[in-house]
């Protein structure tokens, strides 16, 4: 059979490397010096069928007996994940600069997943003082490691970017995450992780033998539309479009009676912001009331495993799925429920 | 965005199911149903990149502290997955029937990890006698699962095709695996599972806050392929070619002096056969030399956890990627290092 194909064809039915095809590595590493000014070996660069399966992959590479530090508030999937791993974990507390690096060392955890560049739910963005105190965090040991999940840093819309934690990490202790989920879509299943030196050879000699999870001509076809420039106009279209719609939301709610009984936080980093609504109803009830006429927000104290009561009455609009002609009556049913 | 999408494109962004999209899972059915006679509901089919990741999904769901039973000799890759998740496996002996229940029952193994179809690298088909033996051995206890791997089944040459133990399991004890990566390509990363009907809904209890690694239109088109009769068209005229192959390539053996020296095992089942050859070297050193001359052949007993001597002088002939014009070159090489 082999005999009358073309190389093209036989590209695409030769074996990927473990850590998938070269032209796809070398795209993303392209696209990280273009977009994020990231210098990045693509031979560091491994790609995988969405994230969560990168997160498995990490827990072997990491070790069952390490403990994983999670945000608190943050993603309850991570959570799952690691209890359906068997593996130990444990909550850190965030303050405004984000996860706390006190609690972190009193804490038994030794490998800690956070999102610098945007927080989910907060939306905070850390600081670099904070970013370099947790990387002194990681250097006190041997095992320690940081995850970044950059997940959504293509999208801020305002202020300067920072730069991510691979890109300050001189020690090698930064496991650096993103997706193609948020940015083309969710049903589009590859992610890749950037390992540091000695774990990406530690991946290769234990780990190597485990297929790449993303099929050839998926990875072809997205080496190419990076290539070819595709990607990052689609990103500039999709965050100019975001960005409009975000701008008459707000507008739409500052000229609203609804404006009178709220606060809006974090409205330049990523797809959502957070609004405080005053209320003297249950977080959970003012929600369930909105849901019933259609509008769908969450409360912030959803996402914490341990609350503190900071984060009551605030709720997380994400306005991604929002179409413009219904905001204004979005906005008047709120008001409704809160006045 | 959405608003202006026809609905084919709006299917390719909406979020599968955990388990996979209806439309894929329902191809598979079919398939099962005309090809191999099997009824299968498909709400218990999980599609999932690749067998590798769907091995991790049923470490998930059966636990971490089960102990998992691999055949010896057997594809080394399942143990290494078991040592990666930290869970304890162990081999169990063959006889000439497959997989010894005896040796099963006296090991400490609550999950079997069996492929009567095909086993590789001996090539046995698993009598129906041994398959209800085994059922038994599962039903003993409401722990015990069997997992079928049924990968090449498709590629059964001569003889009647055995139902599967998932089609003759009466006691929801057998969880099957099969994969495209044989029929259609290794770089082509689907595969799916059926699982028993407490164990599915235990997977969508607990396993389905993870999203389906296979993207939705890689899903939408193989399940087209499918419906519309090219995979099965695809399977019939592999079957062919590398029934033609395999037969050309043992009556040049059968016309060369290498005859002499051989025993042939198992040709009907899958892609490779077992050649026995009588030789005063070492198994591994046959093999090198033979490598040099660019043969790759593997000796049975490199696939081997306990050997018991039986495998010595054995070899897995794959002609899968064998060129026809190179028999004849291969065969005489393989004579001057046996005489």
């Not at 850390?126 to 006190?140: C, D, F, N, Q």
């Not at 991510?164 to 989920?181: C, P, Q, R």
């Not at 965050?239 to 709220?262: A, F, M, P, Q, V």
């Not at 409360?299 to 009561?309: H, I, V």
Request: hydrophobic fraction near 40%; glycine fraction near 6%.
């Amino acid at each position: 059979v082999r005999e009358v194909l073309n190389d093209r064809q036989k590209e695409l039915m030769t074996n990927a490397p473990s850590g998938g095809i070269a032209q796809l590595r070398n795209a993303i590493a392209g696209h990280l010096k273009a977009f994020r000014n990231m210098e990045v070996d693509p031979a560091r660069i491994i790609v995988g069928a969405g994230t969560e399966y990168l997160y498995s992959l990490l827990i072997q590479l990491l070790g069952f007996d390490q403990v994983y530090a999670i945000e608190d508030p943050g993603y309850h999937k991570l959570a799952k994940i690691y209890e359906k791993h068997n593996v130990k974990y444990c909550y850190i507390p965030m303050d405004a600069s984000g996860v706390s690096v006190k609690a972190l060392e009193k804490s038994r955890a030794s490998v800690a997943h956070i999102s610098p560049s945007h927080h989910f739910p907060t939306g905070i963005v850390m600081p670099i003082s904070r970013r370099y105190e947790l990387l002194g965090w990681a250097s006190k040991s041997e095992e320690r490691y940081i995850i970044e999940d950059d997940y959504d840093s293509e999208f801020r819309m305002n202020g300067k970017i920072l730069p991510s934690m691979l890109d300050i990490d001189l020690s090698g202790k930064v496991i650096y995450m993103n997706t193609f989920h948020k940015t083309l879509s969710s049903t589009v299943r590859i992610s890749y992780m950037i390992l540091p030196q000695k774990l990406m050879e530690k991946f290769y000699r234990e780990l190597s033998f485990y297929s790449c999870t993303v099929s050839n001509f998926e990875q072809y076809t997205l080496a190419k539309f990076i290539e070819d420039g595709y990607f990052e106009k689609h990103i500039n279209r999709m965050r100019n479009y975001y960005h409009g719609k975000r701008d008459l939301l707000l507008e739409t709610i500052y000229h609203s009676k609804l404006k009178d009984y709220i606060t809006i936080y974090e409205e330049d980093a990523g797809l959502h912001f957070i609004m405080e609504i005053k209320t003297e109803l249950s977080d959970e009830m003012f929600c369930k009331l909105a849901l019933k006429q259609g509008v769908n927000i969450a409360p912030l104290s959803r996402f914490y495993a341990q609350g503190t009561g900071q984060e009551a009455h605030k709720f997380i609009i994400n306005y991604s799925a929002l179409k413009e002609e219904r905001m204004e009556e979005a906005i008047r049913i709120l008001y409704e429920i809160a006045r």
